[in-house]
């Protein structure tokens, strides 16, 4: 069992950056797979980036490629967004979500492949 808050979130402009941690409590961090996903007003969840637990396989949804990095602590057990160059299409709630093990290529960015998810932190770009 694994339970997740972000944090970071905030109001920015067009061209604005940046920065959510996901800090996870329980056993085991490093054997997770961890997972942003955004969802905006009226919208279904979307996929954001996804990163395994040794920081090797890394995937991005187009939207978000060259602007956005993702990366992970294990002794802190704390997953980070970097967001760069943010767009008033980027303003959502961001969630973390976690997936203990290995998720092949093909469903890392399933949101129904993740067990465990956070309650979100509001994202919001003026233009």
């Not at 978000?64 to 704390?78: C, E, L, M, Y």
């Not at 980070?80 to 469903?107: I, S, W």
């Not at 960015?109 to 956070?118: F, L, P, T």
């Amino acid at each position: 069992q694994v339970r997740l808050v972000e944090s970071g979130g905030g109001l920015v402009q067009a061209g604005g950056s940046l920065r959510l941690s996901c800090l996870a409590s329980g056993r085991d961090f490093e054997t997770y797979t961890m997972a942003w996903f955004r969802q905006a007003p009226g919208k279904e969840r979307e996929f954001v980036s996804t990163i395994s637990w040794s920081g090797v396989h890394i995937d991005y949804a187009d939207s978000v490629k060259g602007r956005f990095t993702i990366s992970r602590d294990n002794a802190r057990n704390t997953v980070f967004l970097q967001m760069n160059t943010l767009k008033p299409e980027d303003t959502a709630v961001y969630h973390c979500a976690a997936h203990r093990g290995l998720l092949v290529a093909d469903v890392r960015a399933m949101a129904s492949k993740y067990a465990y998810w956070g309650q979100g932190t509001q994202v919001t770009v003026s233009s």
